[in-house]
């Protein structure tokens, strides 16, 4: 199983709030699990990753959370600022042969914080 | 700004038509992948080229193909389009590093096709 779920699909935050990710996954040759950032109009852009033999990776105010048994990792956005509104998504990695890896995407979450 | 270049920005075509859309990696990435991205089905993997070589295919139509030239750009050709082939294309480039066995896609800003 490549798929990777994800939610919730949007997400409604207050300026200064905690906003919470969540993403499973079956596969457990998935070594590496990035988050990308889109906004509107832009391609995604890479915003933390985590591998599977660390819990947690923080990042300012990112934090990736990753429970291997449980097979689920979580992005936690500490005091979201409207700039943080965006989409995000979460990917999971595994190799694909001949020296190349590929990324398996959720669908995202459309994040909104308000003033 | 990724480094990724993508053209056109905007592309406008009819059902049955064939168009390509061009990638230019960041320099010294040596890898290039293709996604298309629906409103429904997120960001779907297509395919990657290594230095040239086809190196994994996802979700590919037959009708779509690609190919990597030996200054590393790299062209998705598009056919016998539909309507439902209307998505925002994009490419990403990476670089592996083995200290620590990660390896970062950088996206360019996509080409968003329109099937009329």
């Known amino acids: 199983q490549q798929q990777v779920k994800q939610s919730p699909q949007s997400l409604i935050v207050q300026k200064g709030g905690i906003s919470i990710i969540n993403c499973a996954y079956e596969?457990?040759?998935?070594?590496?699990f990035p988050w990308y950032q889109q906004f509107p109009g832009k391609g995604p852009a890479l915003l933390i990753a985590i591998r599977p033999d660390v819990s947690e990776k923080k990042e300012g105010r990112f934090t990736i959370s990753f429970n291997k048994s449980a097979k689920q990792f979580s992005l936690h956005i500490m005091d979201s600022q409207p700039g943080d509104s965006a989409t995000y998504f979460c990917a999971a990695r595994a190799y694909s042969g001949a020296g190349s890896y590929q990324l398996t995407f959720g669908k995202g979450t459309k994040l909104s914080v308000i003033p | 700004d990724s480094g990724v270049t993508q053209t056109p920005k905007h592309l406008i075509t009819a059902t049955g038509q064939r168009v390509t859309l061009r990638c230019s990696p960041r320099s010294g990435d040596l890898s290039v992948y293709w996604y298309q991205q629906s409103l429904d089905q997120g960001l779907q993997f297509l395919i990657q080229?290594?230095?040239?070589?086809?190196?994994a295919k996802g979700n590919i139509l037959e009708r779509f193909s690609a190919q990597q030239f030996p200054d590393l750009h790299s062209e998705l050709n598009l056919s016998s389009l539909e309507l439902g082939d209307s998505a925002l294309y994009f490419c990403?480039?990476?670089?592996?590093?083995?200290?620590?066995?990660?390896?970062?896609?950088?996206f360019g800003p996509g080409t968003r096709l329109t099937v009329l």
């Open positions: 596969n457990t040759a998935f070594d590496y």
């Open positions: 990403a480039s990476s670089v592996y590093r083995a200290s620590d066995s990660t390896d970062t896609q950088y």
């Open positions: 080229y290594y230095n040239g070589e086809e190196r």
